[in-house]
């Protein structure tokens, strides 16, 4: 059976800042300011169990603007939450929520969403008989053209001479030098044709936007409505809570510059190998 695979030796890699950063210390801003990045995002899948939790935690940790996008358009309570409706099959949507934020572009965009299991209950697959063309679609769908489509319109006006961060939450198991189980064929190849635009998508931006950051996440095994019939059997300790996830990829995000453009990374900010 497939496991949500995690790192067994956490290391904060940029818990601190970055030993080079001491030398031009005189030219950064103070640790005020560092420590309010982001200061607008936009979570696309904020209704999800990860999802949510990123947007609470931004908005206690005094993010100003949160836009919060579901199929639902609902929203947590708090001054900060901006919600949004989209659908990652609908294209308009996702280009309408782009032009809304196009004159104040947020600091981060995070795409949250992503389906394991299908809403009719269908899937993971765990055999090669078990392919369905029409279930292979929807999981494509979801997984690697709604948050590339995403990707088309936000870093359309993403800016040119500062720091952005695009990050969609993937998954260890879209490695291909890591799949030593097999199964889960849809949802692997999705994450895995994910983790390939992504980098697509940094080596055309990053001829322009010589700070912007666009990456994967491996968020860890989560305690969610995604991960919830795949929990039995777990080792101890590996399941996190949406909470401690979403601290962990705030961090790791807010440490990342443009050299890690392109790679994945786990919720301990080691890079998942392709
Ligand atoms: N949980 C884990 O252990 C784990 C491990 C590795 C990777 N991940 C990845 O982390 C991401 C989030 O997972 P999660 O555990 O938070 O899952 P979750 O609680 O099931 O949330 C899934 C999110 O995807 C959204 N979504 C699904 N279909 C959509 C559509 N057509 N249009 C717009 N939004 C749609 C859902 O919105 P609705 O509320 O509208 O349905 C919901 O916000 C996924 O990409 C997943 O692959 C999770």
Redesign the pocket.
């Known amino acids: 059976m497939c496991d949500?695979t995690i790192s067994q030796s956490p290391s904060h890699r940029y818990a601190s800042p970055k030993p080079e950063l001491f030398a031009v210390s005189l030219a950064l801003p103070d640790m005020d300011e560092v420590g309010k990045w982001p200061r607008s995002a936009a979570i696309?899948?904020?209704?999800?169990?990860?999802?949510?939790?990123i947007a609470e935690t931004l908005a206690a940790r005094g993010c100003e603007i949160v836009h919060v996008?579901?199929?639902?358009g609902?929203a947590p309570e708090g001054a900060a939450f901006r919600p949004f409706t989209?659908?990652?099959?609908?294209e308009n949507s996702i280009a309408e929520t782009a032009r809304s934020m196009k004159n104040a572009p947020p600091e981060l965009v995070l795409?949250?969403?992503?389906?394991?299991t299908l809403?009719d209950g269908t899937g993971p697959e765990r055999t090669y008989k078990r392919l369905d063309p029409e279930k292979m679609a929807q999981v494509f769908?979801?997984?690697t053209i709604?948050?590339a489509i995403i990707a088309k319109h936000m870093l359309a006006f993403m800016p040119r001479d500062r720091r952005f961060v695009f990050a969609?939450?993937?998954?260890?198991?879209g490695s291909i030098s890591d799949n030593g189980l097999g199964g889960w064929h849809s949802?692997r190849a999705s994450?895995a044709a994910l983790n390939m635009l992504l980098r697509n998508f940094a080596l055309e931006t990053g001829r322009t936007h010589k700070q912007g950051v666009i990456v994967g996440?491996?968020?860890?095994?989560?305690?969610?409505?995604?991960?919830e019939p795949?929990q039995t059997n777990l080792p101890e300790g590996q399941?996190?809570t949406?909470d401690e996830?979403a601290a962990m990829l705030l961090d790791v995000m807010s440490g990342l510059d443009a050299d890690d453009s392109g790679k994945v990374f786990d919720f301990a900010g080691k890079e998942v190998p392709a």
């Open positions: 949500f696309f899948g904020a209704s999800g169990g990860i999802g949510r939790a996008g579901s199929r639902s609902s989209f659908d990652l099959t609908d795409v949250a969403s992503g389906v394991l809403s769908a979801i997984n709604g948050p969609a939450l993937s998954a260890r198991v949802y994450k996440l491996h968020p860890g095994t989560v305690d969610t409505q995604l991960s795949f399941l996190t949406p996830a």
